[in-house]
């Protein structure tokens, strides 16, 4: 069983910066692609961002792409997202996710997701 437990998540300004981490226990994901999702007030979990297993290939949606950075520590089980440039419209439950795959480009592809860790960013 996967358990995956977000940390970092806070209140900010816009074009502030925070750092979301993610810590990993049950299984070691070395192999396994992890990612990023949030859910914004009112709407549906969209994918945020992802990083392969094995070769650490990023993956990122066009919302936060060049803002956002995603980077995982295999020997610690922990995957990061560097969030510069915060927008208002970046506000949400932000959720760690890992994949039973290598390589996942959207939501459908994580299989376990975390509690999610709340971020909020004023105008």
């Known amino acids: 069983q996967v358990r995956l437990v977000e940390s970092g998540g806070g209140f900010v300004r816009a074009g502030g910066s925070l750092t979301l981490s993610c810590t990993a226990s049950?299984?070691?994901?070395?192999?396994?692609?992890m990612g990023w999702g949030r859910r914004a007030p009112g709407k549906e979990r969209e994918f945020v961002a992802s990083i392969s297993g094995i070769s650490g290939s990023t993956y990122y949606s066009e919302s936060v792409k060049d803002r956002f950075t995603i980077s995982r520590d295999n020997t610690a089980n922990k995957v990061t997202l560097r969030m510069n440039n915060l927008k208002p419209e970046d506000t949400g439950v932000y959720y760690c996710a890992a994949s039973e795959a290598t390589y996942v480009t959207s939501a459908y592809g994580l299989d376990y997701w975390g509690e999610g860790t709340l971020v909020t960013v004023s105008s």
């Open positions: 049950g299984r070691t994901l070395t192999n396994n692609a």
